[in-house]
Structure formats: C-alpha cells, structure tokens
C-alpha cells in the first residue's frame, strides 16, 4: 500500500490512517490513495466496517490550498466524487477524528455513516476564510445532518467547533476521552454497530433541513449581514448553497455547490486570501535562521509603563496564561493601569466571551510593582513608557543593571531608533523592538524590529513568543515608522492633499472604503487622533522642510484644536459615534490653499483619489523591499492587512499592485509626477525597484 496511507485489517474491521504529514492535507496522491484503500476494505468479504483515521492522530486539515487555482485541485479522483463513492458504501464507515477535522477534511467526515472524535477535537468549514465555500458536499450534508441555521453558522463564521458542542449538535455521534484511547474508542464503536446490526448510513436526521425556520429566513439573514460583508463573494456563495441544501435534493444540490464551488475558487478574491493564507505561514521563515535554532525560554515577562498600550501588552500575556509584573513610576498610575485591565476583562464577561472566574486567573497573573528589583528575574521585558528618547535610554541603562543575563529588552516605540535604544546597553544584541498596534490586546499584528545588533536567536524567540499570543508577528527593519507607519505617510499625506486640492474627506474615504477598507485613511487619522500625527510628524520635520504645503491641513487642524474623535471635532464632526461632514474643514482647506497658491479643483476624480492614495502606498513599500526593511512583500501585506484594516480580500497592498498591474502603478506614478506640478515633482518618484520590475517584464513583487 501507498505510504501516504497506514491500511490495516485487523479480525472485521479495516482501518485506513491517512499519512501525509504535517496536516493531511487531501491532494491528489492522498486523495488517490485513500479511495484505493477504500476500494480494497470495500472488496475484502472479511471486512464488515471500515474506521479511516489520522495514523498520527490528527485527522486532517482539508482540501491542499496549494493545488487550488490550478488544475490539481480537481484532478481525479477529485474529493466531491470519492466522498459520493464512500456514502454509497455497504459496510459502516467510521470517521476517528483526532486533533482537527476541517474543509474538505469534515466533509470527509461527514461522508462516513458514523463519527468519533476526541474530547480535544475542534471540527470547522474554515473555507470561508479563503475566499471559498466547502466544496465537497458540505453544504449539502451538514444541513441535513445538524440542521440549516447551525449549519449556517458553522460556515459562514468558518470558526471551528469543539468536540462537545459537536456532539450536542449531533455532528459527532461519540465522544472518546482522549487522542491516545480515540481509535480503541472506535474500534469499540465499529463492534457495536455491527453487533446491533446498524445500517451502513443512518437515515438523515434532517431530511427537511429547513423545517421549523422561518419562511423568509434567509433573506433576513441575507439582508442583516449583507452591510457587514461588503463585497465579499464567499458568504453570499454559501448562503446560496445552504438555501440550495433545503430548496433541492442532494444529487441536484451538489452539482450546485459544485457550480458555486468553481466561482468561488476562480475569483481574485479567494486568489487573495489563498496567498494571505501562504503569506502568514511564510512571515516566520527567517533567511539566515535556521529552525531549530535553540530558543531562549519565556516563562515570565514584565511591562514598563501601564498606560494605554503597556496594559494591553500585559493582557496579552495573561491571556496566554504566562505571568506578568507590571512596572510603574507612582502608585496612582500603577492603580490606574490595573483597574483599566480589569474593566477591560469585565466587559468580556459582560458579553460572554470570558468566565468570573478566568477573568480572576488573569488578574492573578498580572503583579503590580514600582520597583525594577522586580524585573530581576524576567526573560522578556516590554517598555512602553512615553515616546520620547531620554526617557526609554534611561529605562534601558537601568535594565542593564537589573535584569537577569539572556533577558530579552524589548521596546514598544513606534517612532524612535531601536538602535539608538540598544546602544546605551552593554548588551545591545538582547534588544529588539516589539511595535504592538492600538488596542493592543485586540490587534493581531506585531512589527518585529530587528536592530543591527539583536542576536538570531532574540529574533527568533520574539517571533514564537508573538505566536504564542496569538499575533501575526512580522520582522522589520529599523527605519522611521518601521513598515507600516512608514507606508502610512505617503498614502495620508496625499489624502491630506487631496482635500487641500479640491476634495472632500467623505470624497477621499469613500474611494478607500469602497475598497472594503475598515476606514478611510481621513477617518483614521481622526480615531487614532490629529494631535498623535501631529506629534510624530513634528519629530521629523527635517524630511519634509522643502514642502511647505506637506500635511498642512492637519497642521490647521491641529493648531485649532480639532484633534479627531476625542474632541468631537477633526476632518469631521462627531456627535458620539456618528460621523458628519464638516464644511468648516472646506474654510479651511480654501484659506490654506489660497495662502500657499495651490490651485482648487472641481474636477478630481475617485479615479484620481484612488491612484494617488494607493499607488503611493504601494511604492512606498516596494521601496521598503528594496531597502530590505521588509523580507519580502507578502510581509508588507501582512502588516496592512492585521494592523491598518485593509481587506485581506484584497490580498494586501503589494498582492494588490499585481493585480492591478505593476506597468499601470509605475504609469500612473509616473503620470501624476508630471501632471501635478511641483508636489508631482517632489512626491511622485518611482521607486527604483519598481522601475526595474517592470523593465524586467516581472508581475510579481520581489526583489532583483
Ligand atoms: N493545505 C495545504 N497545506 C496546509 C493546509 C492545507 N489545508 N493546512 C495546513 N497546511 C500546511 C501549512 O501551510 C504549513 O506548512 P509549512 O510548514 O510548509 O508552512 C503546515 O501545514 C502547518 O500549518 P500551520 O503552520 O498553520 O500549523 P498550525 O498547527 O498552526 O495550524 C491548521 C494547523 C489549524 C491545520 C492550520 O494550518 C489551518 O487552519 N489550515 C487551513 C485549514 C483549512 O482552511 N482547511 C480548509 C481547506 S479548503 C477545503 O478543504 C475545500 C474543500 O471544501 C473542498
Ligand atoms: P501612555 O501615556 O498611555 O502610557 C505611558 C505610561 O508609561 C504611563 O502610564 C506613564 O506613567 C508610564 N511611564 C512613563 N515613564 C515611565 C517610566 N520611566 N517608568 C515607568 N513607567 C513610566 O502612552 P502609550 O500610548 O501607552 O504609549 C507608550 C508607548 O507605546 C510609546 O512609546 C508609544 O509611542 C508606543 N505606541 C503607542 C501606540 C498608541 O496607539 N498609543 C501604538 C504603538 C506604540
């Protein structure tokens, strides 16, 4: 037999464990391979009842990603006809699902008469996620077993369930207590079944899957979440093929999901997402690091600083379940931070995403200090004291002093020189920059700054320890903003431009949030606050002295005191969450325009507005590869997808720029350079990569 399958026939029963590490993943020459060992358990008379299993345990994660968009993924035997072949079996089919039962991986499942899972299994339709619907009869199948609203659920949010709400639903039909005891449990199963003389499928248990919902159940539904996909293709597909599963009859709702399968999968968006999928796995691979390179252990980690982000920062680790001290210079604040933690926890126990009782684990785990004696024994320590130099080197010199050797010091800076930090060290291969994203507990990315000093293995420790908190870690270079605040200058500084030209910020954020961007850069800049940009940029006036119109408008506002959302009044007005158009910020824009002689047009086009915004954002990063601040684009597109809410429908901005084309960014850079006079000139430069990509006739983003 194949090695990709462990075929075994032991007294009445065959046993097929799939074995295709890491995750069984169902490509072609596992898919051959188990319909071979099928056909085999199905042919021998002394098999009675046949349990597929994962050999090593884990079940299996689904259809191969990486065969779709190419002929492979359909290539024979396709998994919608073996999992047809295994439902018109004779003999009971038993799924033994260890670890995880996902995609096409729970539809193998469901194909089988029978499932048995481990106490620990969490079982899903993540397609979803990609940009797909399952597509090989979940859609179908699951309704009929569970019924269509929980059915729904499962594939519309793509979370994957636990064992025991799989049994309540009546997905699983058996629980076993552990991985180690699942396949006796099954076995024991299969002699059961076979001694009660069961039927090699039970009848569906929802043969009506539909029943007892309401008539205009899924238009409501339809109708209630349509505001909240935006363009998304994959849950309007899904919707279309769950309604399927209750209007048609199996054969014919399958050749629709099947149909429904194809569009998802040939769309750019499922394009998208299969690429943010890679991009993600990839982001951890380090050229130079080899992966087993031994790790420093992190068992306990303190914060310096408990304001807006060190409290977050903390939660983060608490969360993990690894204990933190949290450092601050007077009692009050110290006090502060906590009782804000602790609010924040209430709030998830007031929605139910969290117990009394785990909210008092956390607490637990967070101690309080004004002392740095305290920090003497952490190996990972976070500063996120004010953003200003003096103050972080001074925390730094006295971490030489206190923490323990091997400690990793770590900044949260946004702005400021990693490598200026580490220098007032004696240990500055022990420093690296660990940008976290406001809120900090709730967004996933986090910018992983590799001064010139920080060892391999510090880097490589914070990368595992991001994961562990269940981060998007991404390596960046030291340079101003790092990624992605980098990117956010160009693209904000022409939005800002833009209304100073003519433009509304309605006119401005509408062209991005058409898009499905979360927000406008405008409406941004209003929440994260004018006066916060204004800072940072007041840092660095030195880089832009020789353009005196260069985000004046946000300077106006600033000096109006118009800070954004927090006092009611920026780009826009505010009246608690609602957001109204503001004609003052037109006065304005039409005073400072006349003052400095820019020309105001009626003319500007979403077209415009688009290209001008975008294209600079995309330069700025294909300059960023170039200088080998970013490893590699699809990181760059990590970062504005989990850390500036671009959609990762859209696949990120460099995944973006190819699909666009990148003769079209580099002609339309080059267009506006020569057509918007001085800013054109000053703004509008190509970046030299992205010259000699397209020179090079190259469609893909990297760097030659
Ligand atoms: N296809 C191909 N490769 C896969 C895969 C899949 N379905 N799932 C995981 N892998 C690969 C990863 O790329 C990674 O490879 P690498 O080591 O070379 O980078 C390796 O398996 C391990 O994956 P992770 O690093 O993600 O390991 P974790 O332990 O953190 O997570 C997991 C494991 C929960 C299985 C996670 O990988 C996951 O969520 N995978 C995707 C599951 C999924 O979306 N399944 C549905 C597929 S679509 C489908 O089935 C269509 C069907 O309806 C027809
Ligand atoms: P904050 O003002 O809310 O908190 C700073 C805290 O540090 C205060 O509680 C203060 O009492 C404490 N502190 C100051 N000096 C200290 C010292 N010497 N020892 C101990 N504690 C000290 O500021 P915030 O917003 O939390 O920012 C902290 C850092 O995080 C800054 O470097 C900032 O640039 C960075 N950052 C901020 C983001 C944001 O959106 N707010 C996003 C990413 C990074």
């Given at each position: ?299 306990k980690v303190a914060v310096i600083g408990a304001g807006?982000?060190g409290g977050?920062i903390a939660m983060?680790f608490a969360?993990?379940?690894?204990p933190v001290t949290l450092l601050e210079q007077k009692a009050e604040a110290l006090d502060r931070g906590l009782a804000q933690i602790r ?19 956390r607490m637990e785990l967070l101690q309080g200090t004004l002392g740095y004696a305290d920090l003497?024994?952490a190996?990972?320590v976070?500063?996120a ?320």
């Open positions: 037999m194949n090695s990709l399958i462990n075929y075994r026939v032991e007294g009445n029963l065959a046993l097929i464990g799939l074995a295709r590490p890491p995750v069984n993943a169902l490509g072609q020459p596992l898919r051959a391979a188990l319909l071979d060992a099928y056909e085999r358990a199905s042919a021998n008379a002394d098999v009675q009842a046949i349990v597929i299993h994962g050999d090593s345990g884990l079940f299996t994660a689904g259809a191969d990603i990486s065969e779709f968009g190419s002929e492979a993924s359909f290539a024979a035997p396709d998994l919608p006809s073996i999992l047809v072949r295994l439902t018109q079996s004779s003999k009971p089919l038993i799924a033994a699902i260890g670890s995880i039962a996902l995609g096409g991986g729970l539809e193998l499942a469901l194909a089988c008469g029978y499932r048995i899972g481990e106490a620990k299994a969490r079982l899903g339709l993540p397609e979803i996620n990609l940009g797909l619907l399952p597509g090989a009869g979940g859609t179908q199948r699951l309704p009929r077993l569970i019924g269509a609203e929980p059915a729904l659920d499962m594939m519309i949010s793509g979370q994957p369930i636990n064992a025991s709400r799989a049994l309540q639903l009546g997905l699983l039909d058996r629980l076993a207590d552990s991985a180690e005891t699942l396949l006796d449990s099954a076995r024991a199963f299969a002699a059961e079944l076979l001694a009660s003389n069961a039927p090699a499928r039970p009848a569906e248990r929802f043969a009506q899957p539909a029943a007892g919902l309401p008539a205009d159940f899924f238009a409501s539904f339809r109708a209630s979440n349509e505001p909240r996909w935006k363009s998304r293709l994959a849950p309007r597909l899904v919707l279309a093929a769950v309604e399927a599963s209750c209007r048609l009859p199996l054969e014919q709702g399958l050749a629709r999901e099947g149909e429904l399968f194809r569009q998802a999968e040939d769309s750019a968006q499922s394009a998208a997402l299969r690429h943010v999928f890679f991009a993600e796995r990839e982001a951890g691979r380090i050229p130079g690091i080899d992966a087993d390179l031994p790790l420093r252990s992190i068992e807006t982000m977050g983060n969360n993990a379940g690894i609010k924040n926890y209430e709030i998830s126990v007031k929605r139910g995403k969290l117990t009394e009782a785990q909210l008092e684990q003497a024994d190996d990972l976070i500063e004291v004010f953003e200003k130099m003096e103050i972080k080197q001074q925390v730094f010199r006295t971490l030489d002093e206190v923490c323990k050797p091997g400690a990793i010091l770590a900044t949260n800076t946004s702005s400021l020189d990693v490598d200026a930090i580490a220098a007032v060290t004696r240990r500055p291969q022990d420093v690296i920059g660990l940008h976290f994203f406001s809120p900090a507990n709730v967004m996933r990315l986090l910018e992983v700054v590799r001064g010139k000093a920080t060892a391999p293995d510090v880097l490589a420790t914070t990368m595992k320890i991001g994961k562990r908190i269940g981060k998007i870690p991404v390596v960046s270079g030291v340079c101003f903003g790092f990624i992605g605040n980098r990117m956010l200058e160009p693209y904000n500084r022409e939005a800002h431009r833009l209304v100073l030209e003519g433009s509304t910020p309605a006119q401005v954020d509408g062209v991005l949030t058409a898009l499905d961007l979360n927000m406008g850069v405008l409406s941004m800049t209003d929440l994260a606050g004018v006066d916060v940009n204004f800072l940072v940029r007041d840092g660095n006036r030195a880089a832009f002295a020789n353009d005196p119109s260069y985000y004046i408008l946000g300077d106006e506002l600033y000096k109006l005191g118009r800070y954004g959302q927090k006092t009611g009044r920026g780009f826009y007005l505010y009246e608690g969450r609602d957001r109204k158009d503001d004609p003052e910020v037109v006065e304005i824009a039409e005073r400072v325009a006349a003052e400095l002689g820019v020309a105001r047009r009626a003319d500007i086009t979403n077209q415009e507005i688009h290209d001008r915004c975008l294209f600079m954002l995309i330069n700025e990063g294909i300059q960023l590869l170039d200088e080998g601040i970013a490893l590699r684009a699809s990181d760059i597109d990590l970062v504005w997808i989990n850390g500036y809410g671009f959609p990762g429908h859209v696949g990120g901005p460099m995944h973006y720029a190819e699909t666009l084309g990148l003769d079209t960014v580099l002609a339309g850079i080059r267009r506006y350079r020569d057509e918007l006079g001085s800013h054109g000139e000053m703004w509008f430069q190509p970046a030299p990569l992205l010259e000699r990509l397209v020179a090079a006739g190259k469609t893909r983003i990297e760097k030659i």
